[in-house]
């Protein structure tokens, strides 16, 4: 099927006389005839549900849905982008371990890996998204498990060379995790790039209306474990907390990752998704193909009236013939990117101060990808306590604005815009 049909009707298919929409399946719980029908559910030797924290059928259904998106072997729900990126990595990371990972990555994650993770004995090696060949080989170590990436990062707007992080990944034995929220499956399919776990906070462009925050993981099922059964003891000897059970063996290259994920980490964390929550991001995930589409036509609207604009220093944007990431965004991103711009005035920290109390229709907000326009001026909220220096250093100098481009039309952004910039 067309990537515009699964968004619409991916995931759910309704028998005769069953409801036309997902149903919402409230309830923690499920019925059982006899405690041997049960017993096989905890032998994980029969499909079914018996507690909502491991699966649920509204959550399954969407969690399908995005698997198919993506191109994917199968997927999972869970209750966040924190909570997606955190079980990718556990599942195949542990005390000891090591991940290398692209510097320019969201804030929250590069502080789960850099400091919860640290915490739980977990180490990390940074490097740019634009590091050689040769800077990415000299970032492994024996004990390395893991690569991980943003196709565009948030803030930094950077776009990944997939294949080239790939590349490295699969040379040194290990997957590569790409979290995919910026672009969505509706504008880049990491997975056919090479990617062999792809994440998502879909409280973002999923969503898409700012309504439920929620995460995702999808397994390609490519990825040989079994091949590589020394590094990753995990999915390829018995699971001692789980009836002894070898997940890779028992569930091969396309079950191994997602079942172990369900069974033991969601287990044992309990960080699901709700049934409310997934059918929102359902109702989200219909329309998302017509929704990028909107959101990238606006960003590079604003993007381009904002680059000839005499009182705008620069203008950070794939779409923009100017970015330097804007060959691998033809080449990862040929239909179009997000609808995030960054940019900087050339009156500084102030300028941006009175730039953004000027707007009327893009309001301020710690959030992006929304249906409505918002935007953000990181030197004076996210990043308030670092100086001038500090935050140049970071990427996010003090006059830079993120600009999250919504759906309005884009004549009145570009007008706000512009009656904000006169006051400059
Ligand atoms: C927002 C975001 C996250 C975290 O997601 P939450 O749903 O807020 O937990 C992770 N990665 C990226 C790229 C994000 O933009």
């Known amino acids: 099927m067309n990537r515009d049909t699964i968004c619409v009707q991916g995931g759910y298919t309704p028998a ?6 997902i149903p919402i399946i409230q309830s923690t719980t499920f019925k059982y005839d006899t405690s041997e029908d049960m017993g096989k559910l905890f032998d994980l030797e029969a499909d079914g549900y018996f507690y909502s924290r491991l699966q649920n059928p509204t959550c399954d259904a969407v969690a399908r849905k995005i698997a198919a998106l993506e191109g994917g ?6 209750s966040s982008g924190q909570a997606a990126n955190f079980l990718a990595l556990f599942n195949i990371c542990q005390c000891g371990d090591h991940i290398v990972s692209s510097s320019t990555i969201y804030g929250g994650t590069f ?3 850099s400091v919860t993770m640290a915490k739980m004995g977990i180490e990390v090696t940074f490097v740019p998204p634009t590091a050689s060949e040769e800077e990415l080989d000299a970032a492994f170590r024996p004990n390395t498990k893991a690569v991980f990436g943003e196709t565009i990062a948030n803030p930094a707007l950077t776009v ?18 790409v979290d995919n929220t910026f672009p969505t499956p509706v504008n880049c399919r990491p997975i056919e790039w090479g990617a062999d776990i792809v994440t998502h906070s879909t409280t973002k462009y999923m969503d898409g209306h700012g309504a439920a925050v929620g995460g995702a993981i999808v397994d390609s099922g490519n ?8 590094k990753f003891p995990g999915l390829t000897t018995p699971d001692e907390s789980y009836h002894g059970i070898t997940y890779a063996e028992r569930f091969g290259q396309g079950g191994a990752f997602i079942t172990k994920a369900t069974a033991q980490l969601m287990r044992d964390f309990g960080c699901c998704q709700s049934p409310q929550s997934a059918f929102l991001l359902n109702l989200g ?4 193909h017509v929704r990028m589409a909107r959101h990238c036509e606006n960003a590079m609207a604003v993007a381009t009236f904002l680059e000839s604009h005499p009182k705008v220093a620069y203008v950070d944007y794939c779409g923009l013939a100017s970015s330097p990431y804007h060959a691998l965004a033809e080449k990862y991103l040929p239909n179009g990117s997000c609808g995030v711009v960054s940019f900087g005035l050339a009156g500084g920290r102030e300028a941006a101060s009175t730039f953004m109390k000027s707007l009327r229709l893009a ?7 929304d249906a409505r326009t918002c935007c953000l001026n990181p030197a004076s ?4 306590q670092m100086n001038d220096e500090q935050l140049k250093a970071a990427g996010v100098p003090a006059e830079l604005v993120r600009m999250s481009c919504g759906l309005e039309a884009s004549a009145d952004l570009i007008a706000d815009i512009a009656q904000a910039l006169d006051k400059v």
Do not use: C, Y
Not at 160 to 177: Q, Y
Not at 363 to 369: G, L, P, S
């Open 363 to 369: 309001a301020i907000e710690t959030h992006v990808a």
């Open 111 to 113: 502080n789960l890996i």
């Open 223 to 230: 990825f040989d474990w079994m091949a590589h059964a020394d």
């Open 160 to 177: 990944l060379d997939i294949e080239k992080f790939a590349r490295a990944a699969h040379a040194h034995g290990v997957p590569l995790i």
């Open 16 to 21: 005769n006389g069953e409801p036309r929409q």
């Open 285 to 288: 995930l219909e329309s998302l």
């Open 381 to 384: 909220s996210t990043h308030r």
């Open 73 to 78: 072997a199968a997927a999972m729900l869970t």
